[in-house]
């Protein structure tokens, strides 16, 4: 009877120990709903000022960074509609986001979207307003030698307020074209990337040695929709060492 009442007793305190455990497994795991919602879907339509959708738009979405920088997050391109969908953004109202709409040719500004904060599925609609070009060729010659290719140049175009800029390398027979820019005022650069001969800001004005303009500088004026072609320009003259 003894034996039969111990043994009893026994399965009574391992039972409600099995019990206290489940219940400590259920409220330590994640239920199902906040499994889903650790992320969420950023989604929109990408058009032009008047409203028709623009397909092949790069979007890029970033996570704002303290002492690494931006963070990739997303990214994604625009359909035949103009849509575009980002999949699994953390929803965390602690992280700041930042999004790049990119036209790669160049047709449309770039624009940026700044201080997002998502905690759950947004639609975000962009309209990108038409830009300008800037065009241009250089050449290449150390001192009296032959003309060399331009490959290595990059040539950069830098808006009045220093807020716009679009840089990009010369082809091997020295064309360049610069696009994505916002209507104004451009100081243009072209930079030896090897770091052999000096550079020059647009109109042959040469560099110092701080790798700035030292003269008054030409500023090219860029139109909407409109391509402003440059003046040749030649690069031969050594690198200024300081």
Not at 127 to 154: C, H, K, Q, Y
Not at 199 to 227: H, I
Request: hydrophobic share 35%; charged share 25%; glycine share 10%.
């Amino acid at each position: 009877m003894d034996h039969a009442r111990s043994t009893h007793g026994r399965g009574r305190h391992v039972a409600l120990v099995a019990a206290l455990l489940a219940l400590a497994a259920l409220l330590v795991a994640p239920s199902g709903a906040a499994q889903a919602a650790a992320t969420v879907t950023v989604k929109g339509t990408v058009t032009d000022t008047r409203g028709y959708p623009l397909p092949g738009i790069d979007l890029t979405l970033k996570e704002v960074g303290i002492d690494d920088g931006p963070r990739l997050i997303a990214k994604g391109r625009t359909d035949e509609a103009g849509r575009y969908t980002l999949k699994k953004v953390p929803a965390d109202p602690a992280i700041k986001y930042f999004m790049e709409i990119e036209d790669r040719t160049g047709h449309h500004q770039t624009t940026y979207l700044s201080g997002l904060t998502v905690t759950k599925d947004i639609t975000r609609n962009v309209r990108l307003a038409s830009a300008g070009f800037i065009e241009g060729t250089v050449s290449v010659r150390d001192g009296d030698g032959p003309v060399m290719s331009a490959r290595f140049v990059r040539a950069t175009a830098i808006s009045d307020d220093d807020v716009n800029f679009a840089a990009t390398l010369a082809t091997s027979a020295g064309r360049y074209r610069l696009g994505g820019l916002a209507p104004g005022r451009y100081k243009v650069q072209l930079r030896d990337t090897r770091g052999q001969l000096q550079g020059l800001c647009y109109d042959q004005v040469a560099w110092d040695e701080n790798e700035t303009c030292s003269q008054p500088v030409t500023l090219v004026t860029v139109r909407a929709g409109r391509t402003t072609t440059l003046e040749p320009q030649l690069i031969d003259q050594p690198e200024v060492n300081p």
